[in-house]
T-cell receptor
Framework: DAGITQSPRHKVTETGTPVTLRCHQT?????MYWYRQDPGHGLRLIHY???????DKGEVSDGYSVSRSKTEDFLLTLESATSSQTSVYFC?????????FGSGTRLTVV | AQSVTQPDIHITVSEGASLELRCNYS??????LFWYVQSPGQGLQLLLK??????LVQGIKGFEAEFKRSQSSFNLRKPSVHWSDAAEYFC????????????FGKGTRLHILP
């Protein structure tokens, strides 16, 4: 989607390793979000941010941390990846007209 | 507590038939309501949104939705579906308040019969 990119698009990692996903926006929006999508669960909020160094937990935050040192970047870190964290991760930004989502990162933990 | 319910996990309709996808929400304040569509392997695309005003909103791809406050519903409709409409559809509710975030339903997968 225009103005928001996620990297990497795909990643395979081993259990126990740390993983960082990046969300980058060019829209200068304050609000950014990380969701995970799993079959039968829809999208569930992991963490969100309403400004630089201002973050909060969502409903499924255990095992995840985030950082936002610049307006344009919102990083999601899995400190020690587990198989239950295999999922598709979406970043979103909130603007005046609503929410825009990135294309997603497909993470597989083996 | 905020929640969104999409009662139908799967719906199958014939090409050319009309479509209605149901969405009910629970929200403590005036809701902002959204419908998103996701094709396989793709991200989420906004179909339409309701913030205020006319309760019947028009979206892209010929979709519309009607906000009914008394029923806490925001159902999505299309008069005549096309094979390309086969996808998963998500209803969502939120606000634009500082600490608020968008909450999603679990989705309805739409199948189209030729």
């Amino acid at each position: 989607d225009a103005g928001i990119t996620q990297s990497p698009r795909h990643k395979v990692t081993e259990t126990g390793t740390p993983v960082t996903l990046r969300c980058h926006q060019t829209e200068n929006h304050r609000y950014m979000y990380w969701y995970r999508q799993d079959p039968g669960h829809g999208l569930r909020l992991i963490h969100y941010s309403y400004g630089v160094k201002d973050t909060d937990k969502g409903e499924v935050s255990d095992g995840y941390s985030v950082s936002r040192s610049k307006t344009e970047d919102f990083l999601l870190t899995l400190e020690s990846a587990t198989s239950s964290q295999t999922s598709v991760y979406f970043c979103a930004i909130r603007g005046r007209s609503g929410y825009t989502f990135g294309s997603g990162t497909r993470l597989t933990v083996v | 507590a905020q929640s969104v319910t999409q009662p139908d996990i799967h719906i199958t309709v014939s090409e050319g038939a009309s479509l209605e996808l149901r969405c009910n929400y629970s929200y403590g304040a005036t809701p902002y309501l959204f419908w998103y569509v996701q094709s396989p392997g793709q991200g989420l695309q906004l179909l339409l949104k309701y913030f205020s005003g006319d309760t019947l909103v028009q979206g892209i791809k010929g979709f519309e939705a009607e906000f009914k406050r008394s029923q806490s519903s925001f159902n999505l409709r299309k008069p005549s579906v096309h094979w390309s409409d086969a996808a998963e559809y998500f209803c969502a509710v939120g606000s634009m308040n500082r600490d608020d975030k968008i909450i999603f339903g679990k989705g309805t997968r739409l199948h189209i019969l030729p």
